[in-house]
């Protein structure tokens, strides 16, 4: 009797190691399916209204920095041109769009930082930008550094960080002129709205190119590093890594360097051309 009852026990045992084992196995699977890595198709969120970086044309193509990195970082992971459809996103949806899963990955100069990183995951930086201050050319002597931005009108841009980071972080008692996104920004500052608009240096020189004949002028004076991220879903792993793999490859074979040449060059802009340090993929 005792014998049959440990028969019983330790087939027990074993079809409940069998059901367990099908259930991770079926876990690992759902988690690869999920992962960006391996897709055949992505949809990826960019900016519509940042010049240089993200824009959108009249006929509704995108164009620009992020753009470029966006089909190189597809081409990389094998995704067919035909496969890469760009979706816009604002810096206030970026977020949300991820976690629904209406967007893939997000390449919209997107900083990486603690508070994002509680929701979505990154890939990268594939670039480290730094905040700064664009002004009229007939500001540029009054306006030299952040502490300047004291009682001037600075742009803000809702779920951007770059105003936070001069008022709340710097202590600068800028005055916020709150604006629909960086195109708005940029037509505050050369009708004369706005006083200057501060964020990324790239975004600066992308809006400074735009406006050549805007008389406008980077105050080259930055004060932050802004790490620029993949953003994809949380805790993807796999994706990341293979995101990781193709900026490395970007840099090492001359195509970063080649890009960042092509769309800020113009503006006087110095970029860094050696690959970022990644941030890691957790």
């Known amino acids: 009797m005792v014998e049959v009852r440990a028969r019983r026990l330790a087939a027990a045992v074993l ?12 876990g690992i699977a759902d988690a690869r ?24 044309r009249d006929d509704g193509s995108f164009t620009g920095f992020d753009i470029d990195v966006a089909k190189e970082i597809a081409r ?33 100069s997107y900083s990486i930082t603690p508070e994002r990183k509680v929701k979505v995951s990154f890939a990268g930086p594939y ?6 201050i664009l002004v009229r050319r007939s500001e540029a002597r009054s306006i030299r550094n952040i502490d300047d931005l004291k009682g001037r009108r600075l742009c803000r841009v809702p779920g951007s960080v770059s105003f936070p980071r001069v008022h709340d ?18 037509t505050g500052l050369t009708g004369g709205r706005l006083d200057a608009v501060s964020t990324d240096d790239l975004i600066l020189a992308g809006l400074a190119a735009k ?26 792993v796999d994706g990341c890594e293979a995101v990781n793999k193709a900026i490395t490859r970007m840099y090492q074979d001359g195509t970063a360097p080649r890009l960042l040449d092509k769309w ?8 860094t051309t050696t690959v970022p340090q990644f941030e890691g993929c957790v």
Do not use: W
């Open 15 to 26: 079809a409940a190691a069998a059901v367990l084992g099908a259930g991770t196995a079926c």
């Open 76 to 108: 990389r992971m094998r995704v067919p041109a035909a496969g890469v459809t760009f979706r816009r996103v604002t810096s206030a949806t970026r977020e949300k769009m991820l976690q629904d899963g209406d967007v893939d990955l997000v390449v919209a």
């Open 211 to 236: 406006a050549s004949r805007g008389g406008l002028t980077l105050v080259n004076a930055p004060f932050t590093d802004e790490p620029y991220g993949v953003g994809i879903r949380k805790g993807d």
């Open 264 to 271: 800020f060059r113009p503006a006087g802009l110095k970029a």
């Open 169 to 186: 972080e710097q202590g600068v008692a800028a005055l916020p002129v709150e604006t629909s996104g960086y195109a708005d920004c940029l």
């Open 33 to 56: 399916e999920d992962s960006v890595a391996g897709k055949d198709a992505l949809v990826i969120g960019v900016n519509g209204d940042q010049p240089g970086l993200g824009e959108r």
């Open 127 to 132: 670039y480290v930008a730094h905040q700064d």
